[in-house]
């Protein structure tokens, strides 16, 4: 139970300061050290994400980089994603799942690399209004369904709450700066892990609230911390710092999941 303990600081820590990326170290940590199948990892992260995600939110709120009408309406246009996503994981082989979460979090290590290289201190800074470059809002609205869909199917499938590719396709899609594309990613990231929630629940899956309650706890404490650090920590060491945290969950991850397969 240590573990648990633990383990959810860090995750509330990693919600609340980078907007999301709690379920990138909860579903190897319910997984492997907590002894649960990956099915039940991912139902279970989302709990554990989500509450931790509404705390964090809570704190972004009062330092004004939250955007709740539109990430309210990413949020809302990915529920088809994530519900895609939840009937398609049902089918694959748990170590499966977990080399494919494996290969993703390489990936997002990558471009949060990249994107810590080009980005500078932050500054104040307003998100542009949802228009295109002529003033209208067809292929604006285009990009956030898109957006939003794809981020809902990593939100289902993996059982993530997908902070780490919302906060890219914030400042893609709506051309967000760090501040504002992290605070609004909490609540598409709030939105995202209930639907998913809802869409497992209903396939039978099982949560174990001896786990969770702890781990959940934990989680809101970390937020409640991370939201406080989020606003004194420079956002390039943190995301430099996350992406090698990523790359060495990956390696792990991998080495457990990939022999199984062979």
Request: with cysteine.
């Amino acid at each position: 139970m240590l573990i648990a303990v633990v383990a959810g600081i860090a995750v509330g820590l990693l919600v609340a300061g980078l907007g999301g990326g709690g379920a990138i170290l909860t579903v190897p940590v319910l997984v492997y050290a907590l002894h649960r199948s990956p099915h039940e990892a991912t139902a279970s992260s989302l709990v554990i994400v989500g509450v931790s995600s509404l705390v964090g939110l809570w704190s972004h709120h009062r330092a004004g980089t939250v955007q709740w009408g539109q990430g309210a309406l990413f949020g809302l246009v990915g529920i088809g994603g994530a519900y895609l996503g939840t009937r398609a994981s049902r089918g694959v082989d748990g170590n499966l799942l977990l080399t494919l979460f494996a290969a993703l979090l390489v990936v997002v290590a990558t471009v949060m690399i990249m994107r810590a290289q080009r980005e500078r201190d932050n500054t104040a800074c307003v998100p542009r209004p949802l228009r295109d470059e002529n003033g209208g809002h067809t292929f604006a609205l285009v990009k956030v369904a898109l957006a939003g869909t794809g981020v809902g199917l990593l939100t289902g499938f993996f059982g993530v709450g997908g902070g780490f590719a919302i906060v890219p396709a914030l400042t893609l899609a709506l051309g967000y700066c760090m501040p504002y594309a992290v605070g609004t990613s909490l609540l598409v990231v709030v939105i995202n892990s209930a639907t998913s929630l809802l869409f497992h629940s209903a396939g039978g899956a099982d949560l174990e609230w001896d786990v969770v309650v702890p781990f959940a706890a934990t989680a809101v404490i970390g937020a409640a911390l991370g939201g406080r650090l989020a606003q004194r920590i420079p956002k390039r060491m943190l995301q430099l710092g996350f992406a090698v945290f990523l790359m060495c969950v990956a390696a792990y991850t991998a080495w457990r999941a990939l022999p199984q397969l062979l």
